[in-house]
C-alpha cells in the first residue's frame, strides 16, 4: 500500500520520458472482484520489471504490487460494483521507476445472488466558478441499471471542500423542482432520475474536481469518472467569468473517432458566460493521461462554425457577461493507436482565467481510433 502516487518522484530510467510512448496498458477482463490487465513490454534495456498501481480515483492511486519482469497480472480481492483506475511504471534493478503509463480502467460487476443495484451516473456541466457566498447548482442523473428496485437512492458531497451541499429530484422534461430537498428516492430497475445540485462555497476554492456519492441503500456509490460524474469547482473573493461549455460530436455521441492512427478528428463547443466580464484563455488537454494526440483550438464563426483564425494551442478571448462564443477543437493522431476507454481518454476543453489562471469552465469528449 503506498500514499498517492503523485508524492512518489520518477526519475533516473533512461528515456524515461518516452519511455511509455509505444507501450498501452489494457484492462482486459474484468470479472466480479478481479480485473486482469496486460501491457507491452519497454524497449529499455534497463528495465528488469514493473510495479502495478490501483485505485478508485483517477490518477491517484492508493495501492501498488510489484509484479517482476512479468506483462500481465491479476489484481484480486476488489470490490464488486466499485470502478477501479490502473496504471503501470517500468523499474531498473536499483528499484527506480519510469513515468506511469497510459491510465485504464474496469468496472467491478456485481456477481451472484446480490445482481441487484448497479448506479451509473453524470453531471451537467462539468465545470462551475462562483465568487464565494454565491450558490450554484448542476444537474445529475443516476440510472439504476441493476436488476432490482434501488431504495433511498440520495447524493452525497465526497470532497473535503469549504461549502455547503444540497440536492433535489427535478423533472426531466422541464428541469423543475419535483419532491422535497435532500430527500432518497426509490429506482425501479432501468430507470433514471434527474436530480439539480447546489452548493454555496464559504471561502476560496482552487479549481477542484469536485467528487459526489451517488448510492441507494442497497448498492455500492456509482464509480467515479473525472469529467462525466464530477463538478470542476473553483471560487474566487473577487466577481469571475464562469463558462458554461457543451460539446457536440459529429456522431452525436459524445466521442470522437480519429480516422487511422495520423487522422485527424474534431468536436465543437458552444459556451455561455454566466459569470462576469473578463479575459480568458482556451486551451485543450488530456487530464492527467498520455494519449498520443496532438491538439489545437480556434474560435469558431457561430453562424458557420468556420475558424476566425488558424487553430493554435491556446486562444485568448475577452467574454462580456452574457457572451456565447463558440469554438472547434482538432484532434490529430500522431501514429500509435488510441483504445477506447472513454473513462481515461479523453479531450478536455479548459477556460482559463487570463488574469490568475483558474479554471472557469471546462468540457471534454472521449476520444478512440477508429
Not at 519511455?19 to 466480479?32: C, E, H, N, P
Not at 491479476?74 to 470490490?79: A, K, Q, R, S, Y
Not at 477506447?340 to 478536455?348: L, Y
Not at 482559463?352 to 472557469?360: D, E, K, P, Q, T
Amino acid at each position: 500500500m503506498i500514499a498517492a502516487i503523485s508524492a512518489r518522484r520518477r526519475t533516473g530510467l533512461r528515456n524515461s520520458s518516452v519511455l511509455f510512448g509505444f507501450l498501452m496498458l489494457l484492462a482486459i477482463r474484468a470479472v466480479a472482484s478481479q480485473a486482469s490487465l496486460a501491457w507491452d513490454p519497454s524497449p529499455d534495456p534497463s528495465v528488469t520489471g514493473y510495479v502495478l498501481y490501483y485505485g478508485e480515483a483517477s490518477r491517484s492511486y492508493t495501492s501498488s504490487v510489484d509484479v517482476g519482469s512479468q506483462t500481465s497480472y491479476t489484481v484480486p480481492n476488489l470490490l464488486e460494483g466499485h470502478n477501479y483506475f490502473f496504471a503501470v511504471a517500468a523499474r531498473n534493478s536499483t528499484g527506480t521507476e519510469s513515468a506511469l503509463s497510459n491510465e485504464a480502467s474496469a468496472f467491478m460487476a456485481v456477481s451472484g445472488p446480490v445482481l441487484g443495484t448497479v448506479l451509473t451516473s453524470a453531471t451537467l456541466p462539468s465545470s462551475r466558478a462562483v465568487q464565494v457566498g454565491s450558490p450554484l447548482t448542476v444537474f445529475a442523473t443516476v440510472i439504476n441499471a441493476g436488476s432490482s428496485v434501488g431504495t433511498g437512492c440520495s447524493i452525497g458531497l465526497n470532497s473535503s471542500i469549504p461549502a455547503t451541499f444540497g440536492y433535489q429530484t427535478t423533472n426531466p422534461s422541464t428541469n423543475a423542482l419535483s419532491g422535497t430537498p435532500n430527500t432518497p428516492v426509490d429506482l425501479v430497475p432501468g430507470a433514471s432520475q434527474s436530480f439539480v445540485l447546489s452548493l454555496t462555497p464559504s471561502a476560496p476554492i482552487d479549481a477542484t474536481d469536485v467528487q459526489f456519492t451517488f448510492s441507494c441503500a442497497n448498492s455500492s456509490p456509482a464509480g467515479v469518472l473525472t469529467g462525466i460524474n464530477t463538478l470542476l469547482l473553483s471560487a474566487s473573493t473577487t466577481p469571475t467569468p464562469d463558462v458554461i461549455a457543451l460539446t457536440a460530436t459529429t456522431s452525436a455521441d459524445g466521442i470522437v473517432t480519429i480516422p487511422g492512427t495520423s487522422g485527424t478528428g474534431t468536436f465543437a463547443v458552444a459556451s455561455a458566460n454566466v459569470g462576469s466580464a473578463g479575459a480568458v484563455t482556451v486551451t485543450a488537454d488530456t487530464g492527467g493521461t498520455a494519449v498520443p494526440v496532438a491538439l489545437s483550438v480556434c474560435q469558431t464563426n457561430p453562424s458557420n462554425g468556420g475558424c476566425l483564425q488558424p487553430a493554435a494551442s491556446s486562444v485568448p478571448v475577452a467574454v462580456a457577461a452574457g457572451a456565447t462564443p463558440t469554438f472547434a477543437v482538432f484532434i490529430g493522431g500522431t501514429g500509435a493507436a488510441v483504445p477506447f476507454n472513454p473513462a481515461s481518454n479523453r479531450v478536455f476543453l479548459r477556460f482559463r482565467n487570463s488574469a490568475n489562471g483558474a479554471v472557469v469552465g471546462a468540457t471534454s469528449v472521449a476520444v478512440k481510433t477508429q
